[in-house]
T-cell receptor, first 113, second 116 residues
Framework: GQQLNQSPQSMFIQEGEDVSMNCTSS?????WLWYKQDPGEGPVLLIA?????ELTSNGRLTAQFGITRKDSFLNISASIPSDVGIYFC?????????????FGQGTTLQVKP | GAVVSQHPSRVICKSGTSVKIECRSL??????MFWYRQFPKQSLMLMAT?????????EQGVEKDKFLINHASLTLSTLTVTSAHPEDSSFYIC????????????FGNGTRLTVT
């Protein structure tokens, strides 16, 4: 099925550093969601975005819905070891009438203490 | 709020047997639930959309006779993997949304299926 283009695929950073990852699509989306998945568990919702240009924060996490409605980014500031995991972007196409989510390939984050 | 519970979390079965996985929305009603499959180090792939009171909608390439879905109530959907084979071994995750189709999906904790 269709997937979003998410990058980078993986990151290995030092504790305290900031992190940025993004997703792009060739289609216009009306919803962007960011999830984190820990090993052996289901994804947990981090941030939901519904309007172009919307900038939303959740603690050290900040995400934005791109103006073109074809992209979104997630920033993590001052990373800590528990930020380790796989981050997925997900979105709904404007043309969808089922609410089906399309997922990015994921960004694996590793944080060195 | 918006808790989705999935059971079992882990199951090992012999080839040829069937396995049932349950997905419950604990604090909200869900007319629609979604079943995903995830291979190691890969993203989530939608298998089917479970609709309360009607037939499930399957994604292209997913065998509906192999993966039986029943959405008998507004809080419970089940996925039965029939005549399981080793290639069915995977991580299966269900999800549901507490509001309209624009509301975020909330996921269960997944079921690790191993077929020997």
């Amino acid at each position: 099925g269709q997937q979003l283009n998410q990058s980078p695929q993986s990151m290995f950073i030092q504790e305290g550093e900031d992190v940025s990852m993004n997703c792009t699509s060739s289609s216009i989306f009306n919803t962007w969601l960011w999830y984190k998945q820990d090993p052996g568990e289901g994804p947990v919702l981090l941030i939901a975005l519904y309007k172009a240009g919307e900038l939303t924060s959740n603690g050290r996490l900040t995400a934005q819905f791109g103006i073109t409605r074809k992209d979104s980014f997630l920033n993590i500031s001052a990373s800590i070891p528990s930020d380790v995991g796989i981050y997925f972007c997900a979105g709904r196409r404007l043309s969808s009438n089922t609410g089906k989510l399309i997922f990015g390939q994921g960004t694996t984050l590793q944080v060195k203490p | 709020g918006a808790v989705v519970s999935q059971h079992p979390s882990r199951v090992i079965c012999k080839s040829g047997t069937s396995v049932k996985i349950e997905c419950r929305s604990l604090d909200f009603q869900a007319t629609t639930m979604f079943w995903y499959r995830q291979f190691p180090k890969q993203s989530l792939m939608l298998m089917a959309t479970s609709n309360e009171g009607s037939k499930a909608t399957y994604e292209q390439g997913v065998e509906k006779d192999k993966f039986l879905i029943n959405h008998a109530s507004l809080t419970l959907s089940t996925l039965t993997v029939t005549s399981a084979h080793p290639e069915d071994s995977s991580f299966y995750i269900c999800s549901a949304r507490p509001g309209d189709y624009n509301s975020p999906l909330h996921f269960g904790n997944g079921t690790r299926l191993t077929v020997t």
